[in-house]
């Protein structure tokens, strides 16, 4: 049993594409606020649960100057972001993006960038963000408008630069040093923080685990987490096997568990380095591979901006209920990305915003998995897949709060063609037992979509409605029957 951390339920706001400029900000747009915020955009992603976002990159932090994004607006230089090859105009930076996570009620984790840059500008932007008063850079963000410092608690050591992709690519030697004299330096400033030091950017890494060791071996004392991100995608119409794309990610984490206890082991020390899942999510990224980059330079460009069908919705349940279970270790959280980019939140500029499908899985478990989450012992039938060998085709966590005495079961059915009995057992509580709710995601059409024009095609649906029948119960169990793929 570990308590569910409200970090679990992290996105991810990157300078990339359309999700800062016609995604979170949009001067101009009919629901613009006074700050040029998107008011559609700020109401889905208060509803959307999000705790934590990650800001300013990705890819994107590693060729990025902080000091660009501050000041006056007019001063501000137009940049190349080498990293989608696009224009930055360095209209957002810092201070407006604090002001809009403030409006979304979600705490801030920032990336340094240590790809092009080093110890001296990380305790710098350090410095602008949470030093109170009286020194060069404080006072400039007060005389930018900020009076109090921002107090950001969370910091990422630099983005995937195991990846030869990374603008400063290193070695896991040469980023284990930089990372670990940063991390030292941003301790003697401000001895609490918590600080992240990248992992590999997958487990298809040449370097997957040896990375992390080497990196560890250096910063152990001075970091508390090391990052993880992974992508799925179904590959050649594959369906069975990505729907089983959370077995790689418990693989994934209990692998970089043991690589970091390891490490811990050799080092003879007590203390534990636990998981920043800081990017996550379904991505068609043999897609993105396989297309050219674009050859003009554009200020925000639409770039990966994925549509996500019923099936990619089941997918994304299944990765949270495997973060969850792993709530020991996995403290932070990051759904990559908030806005257009494999985003939950779509917009069109001047237009309207909507849910995509993966929108509701993320909401309903942000909202319900309170409390404790519970050892959850699964029997399930199994099958076969070419990705990830045997895999149940149920796999469910559950969640109690003990304040309230609610119980919350987060299930998904794998099974692409039937649907399948679901028993939950609940012997273990001596309470009285009553179904509150249950919420159902699925569809006739495992491919279906949702647009601007049909926004709520896919959502959850109170099971009841749903032609698979409703929730019962005897005694201490409850039965329902899952759809397939839901
Ligand atoms: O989220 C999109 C990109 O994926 C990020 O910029 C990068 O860190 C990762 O490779």
């Not at 092009?116 to 410095?127: F, K, S």
């Not at 179904?234 to 568990?257: K, P, Q």
Request: charged letters at 25%; proline letters at 5%; a negative charge.
């Amino acid at each position: 049993m570990a308590p569910v951390n409200r970090r679990t339920f992290g996105s991810f706001v990157e300078h990339m594409g359309r999700c800062v400029y016609t995604g979170i900000y949009e001067p101009g747009h009919p629901s613009a606020d006074e700050d040029g915020f998107r008011t559609d955009v700020l109401a889905l992603a208060r509803e959307l649960g999000v705790t934590m976002i990650r800001y300013p990159g990705g890819n994107f932090v590693s060729g990025y100057r902080w000091e660009d994004g501050v000041g006056p607006r007019e001063q501000r230089p137009r940049r190349r972001d080498l990293a989608w090859r696009s224009i930055e105009t360095n209209e957002v930076g810092i201070d407006e993006f604090a002001k809009w996570a403030e409006k979304a009620g979600t705490e801030i984790m920032y990336a340094v960038n240590l790809g092009t840059r080093g110890v001296q500008e990380a305790l710098d932007v350090h410095e602008y963000l949470n030093h109170p008063e009286g020194t060069a850079l404080s006072e400039r963000r007060r005389a930018n408008g900020a009076e109090k410092p921002y107090g950001i608690k969370l910091w990422c050591l630099g983005n995937e630069l195991d990846g030869p992709w990374q603008t400063g690519h290193k070695t896991a030697e040469e980023y284990g040093l930089l990372a670990a004299s940063t991390a030292r330096a941003l301790k003697s400033a401000e001895p609490d923080l918590e600080l992240v030091a990248c992992g590999s950017s997958s487990s298809s890494m040449p370097t997957f685990g040896a990375w992390e060791s080497t990196v560890l071996e250096h910063a152990y004392d001075v970091v508390e987490y090391v990052s993880c991100h992974a992508y799925y995608e179904e590959h050649d119409g594959d369906l069975g096997s990505f729907l089983a794309s959370a077995v790689d990610m418990d693989h994934f984490v209990t692998s970089i568990v043991a690589t970091a206890d390891a490490v811990g082991a050799r080092l003879k020390s007590t203390k534990k380095i636990n998981l920043s899942f800081d990017e996550w999510n379904v991505w068609y990224l043999s897609r993105f591979q396989n297309a050219p980059l674009p050859s003009e330079w554009e200020v925000a460009p639409r770039v990966i901006e994925d549509r996500y069908n019923v099936a990619d919705a089941v997918v994304v349940g299944n990765l949270l209920i495997s973060l969850l279970r792993h709530s020991d270790r996995v403290t932070a959280a990051c759904q990559a990305q908030l806005v257009n980019v494999i985003a939950p939140i779509m917009t069109e500029p001047g237009g309207p915003a909507w849910r995509q499908t993966i929108f509701h899985p993320f909401a309903r478990t942000a909202a319900l998995a309170k409390g404790d989450v519970l050892e959850t012992r699964i029997d399930s039938p199994t099958y076969q897949t070419a990705r990830y060998g045997e895999a149940a085709l149920v796999d469910a966590v559950a969640t109690h709060d003990a304040t309230t005495g609610d119980v919350t079961v987060f299930v998904v059915n794998r099974d692409v063609t039937d649907p399948v009995e679901f028993t939950v057992d609940l012997s273990a509580f001596d309470q009285p037992l009553v179904v509150a709710d249950s919420w159902t995601l699925t569809d006739d059409d495992v491919r279906a979509t949702n647009t601007s024009d049909t926004p709520d095609r896919v959502t959850l649906r109170p099971t009841s409605d749903i032609s698979t029948g409703a929730v019962t119960t005897e005694g201490r169990t409850v039965t329902l029957t899952l759809p397939r793929v839901s």
